[in-house]
């Protein structure tokens, strides 16, 4: 993919660079340390690293429980003509075992500042990278569960948990920043943070403006350490880097964002209709590259490559046990699930290349580290119709809804429109497979969040409650009232429970670990018997030895299995009017008999949708919960992966390639 060699170099001997200007008069570590903080443990090497004056050498002793002292060889201090690599320095520490108690020493020769640098409480356990976007970066305060993790935390039941959030650093660069300094402005209410042991309540602490889904995954490891009966508990440092509202093109190296790792991978996306001007025409919208200015208007905020430079780099030379990533809303409208085009492309390419350079250095991050995704929740769309290159209706139905329909076009195609986003980039996330790991995306593992959308939906142009689900759940004192708890910029677009996706992340972590995947019931073959009933087959071996199991739909939903009846160009998508479990790996599914005589579908899908558990639901009478889709397994509960697939005349059904659905 187009890995510089020189970078390589880089980070095989040494740091990667810094961002001056720093005090290099005395020796400090990276602002990405500091005291109560959490390194890699053993059987990786952690790293640390930081600057000091060029040419001088720095030694580094670790001390711990036990008497352990370990004092490194004099490092010398880069001097370079290159300011972004002169005055660095980075020692590997030896391999430790799991615990806290350990102190870190940086001392220069040659500085003219004699002072030492020294970090308290550390200590070694397993460290996780956080990033994404907005529903990453949702802060656990805005969430359903807070209180119940401020409670655990001040019982000191998390205490072996350690929090490091960086503030929205450097979004708009064009070249890379490796070290930080020792503090950082409080921009956006996001202060760069020292490492801290989590607390919280409605006054404030580590924890109320910290990711949410990174806590909640980071919080069911450690609760899942506390309930295995003897377990020693390993620290778990979580490193929250995020910034809402931005595309995957700015979080990736800019050796991955031309057209040669994948096509139509420019920094442009179709921009939410205006109404002021004429919707872009997919064939003629302007595209953006790294050297574009912000003033073209398909173009996100900043460059690309700005968020990989400003947001990720700072952590490159950090030893990590995995990362996680919850994104994709700004790139709705690129859900191809060709392995060259668009999202499942792209993201593929930032994982590969995220972890080349973080594990450059031999012994720190291994060279697959576990790499966690999150699929979009419902109404991740925000309505707005737009062309998909995954899209299943043609190019010139886009046209006429956006043309004539408005931003929030009603109407039976303008809506397909907006299922078929949603659910091309989901699959897109999974690299069009359904499932992870695959050949695409090894040792990724994955948290589905496709379910677990906001019940209490607002209308950000309206005034709740009239712009909401105006049912009594969402009022009143009840779990999901929005006067209980804060929904984040009252869009839906933020569902406020998080804490099950942060769940299903260390389970699906936890299993790929294992050897023992998180059971997933996957599509892998449908049949039509006839005209009113249709047999789907879900994968064995990924469910794992677990059975398909169905769940009552919510009061007032359809089922969101649906079908496609009708003569091309008229036909209409229809729920199914029943599910029943066949076998241990199979449902059975009525097809309504809606039209003069027994017409075959042409496609059936099921939670493809933009709100995909509930369709048709009155959302100003009825309420619908999170994980509410029909068809899950029977013992974890996982729901079944979101599918669409064409039936042919023969009644057999095609999944769009790399997923097979024809077995």
């Known amino acids: 993919m187009g890995f510089p060699f020189v970078l390589f170099w880089i980070l095989a001997t040494g740091i990667y660079g810094s961002d001056p200007p720093f005090d290099q008069t005395k020796v400090i570590f990276s602002g990405v340390f500091s005291n109560h903080g959490v390194l890699q443990r053993s059987p990786a090497s952690a790293s640390v690293f930081g600057t000091a004056v060029a040419g001088g050498s720095v030694t580094v002793t670790l001390s711990g429980p036990n008497g352990f002292n370990f004092t490194s060889a004099p490092v010398i201090v880069t001097t370079s003509n290159d300011a972004s690599l002169n005055g660095t320095w980075k020692v590997l520490l030896p391999p430790r075992p799991a615990g806290f108690g350990y102190s870190l020493t940086a001392t220069c020769n040659g500085c003219s500042n004699d002072t030492a640098a020294t970090l308290n409480d550390v200590g070694f ?62 921009v956006g209410g996001y202060p760069q943070r020292t490492w801290a042991l989590p607390s919280g309540d409605d006054n404030g602490g580590s924890l109320v403006r910290f990711s949410a889904v990174c806590w909640y995954f980071g919080a069911a490891l450690a609760d899942a350490a506390l309930e295995a009966d003897g377990a020693d508990l390993v620290p778990i440092g979580l490193i929250a880097t995020t910034v809402g509202g931005t595309n995957i093109q700015h979080w990736m190296p800019p050796w991955t964002t031309s057209n040669a790792t994948c096509k139509v991978n420019n920094c442009g996306w179709v921009e939410q209709l205006n109404p002021t001007r004429p919707p872009v025409q997919p064939a003629t919208q302007p595209s953006c590259t790294n050297a574009s200015s912000a003033n073209v208007w398909s173009c996100p905020s900043g460059l690309c490559s700005s968020l990989w430079h400003g947001m990720i780099a700072p952590f490159a030379n950090v030893t990590i046990s995995g990362a996680i990533w919850y994104q994709g809303e700004n790139n709705i409208a690129n859900g191809r699930g060709d392995l060259r085009t668009g999202y499942a492309c792209q993201q593929a390419a930032m994982i ?7 594990s450059a250095t031999a012994n720190t991050t291994p060279a697959n580290f576990p790499f966690g995704v999150t699929t979009l929740a419902g109404a991740c769309t925000e309505g707005f119709p737009l062309w998909s290159q995954y899209e299943h209706a043609i190019e010139s139905s886009w046209l006429d809804c956006a043309t004539h329909g408005g931003s929030r076009a009603p109407g039976a195609t303008c809506k397909d429109m907006v299922n078929d986003w949603a659910g091309g980039l989901r699959a897109a996330q999974t690299g069009g497979f359904g499932h992870t790991p695959n050949p695409l995306l090894q040792n990724v593992f994955l948290g589905q969040g496709f379910d677990m959308g906001e019940p209490c939906l607002c209308d950000r142009a309206m005034t709740a409650p009239n712009g909401c689900w105006a049912n009594e759940q969402c009022y009143g004192t009840g779990f999901y009232s929005l006067n209980v708890t804060h929904n984040y910029e009252l869009a839906a677009i933020h569902p406020r429970d998080k804490k099950l996706i942060g769940q299903r992340l260390a389970r699906a972590l936890t299993g790929l670990i294992s050897g023992k995947p998180q059971s997933t019931p996957k599509l892998s073959r449908c049949r039509l018997v006839n005209a009113t009933l249709i047999n789907l087959s879900f994968d064995a071996v990924l469910l794992g030895g677990e059975a398909v199991s169905l769940q009552a739909p919510p009061p007032g939903s359809s089922s969101p299995l649906e079908f496609l009846l009708g003569p091309t160009g008229n036909a209409t998508w229809v729920s199914a009017s029943s599910l029943k479990i066949s076998g241990p790996n199979s449902i059975s599914a009525e097809i309504p008999n809606l039209l003069p005589s027994a017409t075959l579908p042409s496609a059936v899908r099921y939670a493809w949708g933009d709100s995909p558990c509930c369709p048709g639901l009155n959302a100003s009478t009825y309420f619908c919960p999170p994980a509410a889709c029909p068809i899950v397994t029977a013992s974890s509960l996982e729901p079944a992966v979101p599918f669409w697939a064409a039936i042919d005349a023969e009644g057999k059904c095609e999944c769009t390639p790399p997923w097979d659905c024809s077995a």
């Open 125 to 186: 356990g397993d460290v996780y990278l956080c990033s994404g976007q907005s529903n990453m970066e949702c802060p656990l305060y805005t969430t359903l569960s807070r209180n119940e993790s401020y409670k655990r935390a001040a019982l000191g039941l998390y205490d072996h948990v350690r929090l490091y959030q960086t503030g929205w650093r450097l979004s708009n660069r064009n070249e890379s920043t490796w070290v930080l300094p020792l503090s950082e402005p409080n």
């Open 352 to 358: 590969d290349s995220w972890r080349r350079v973080f």
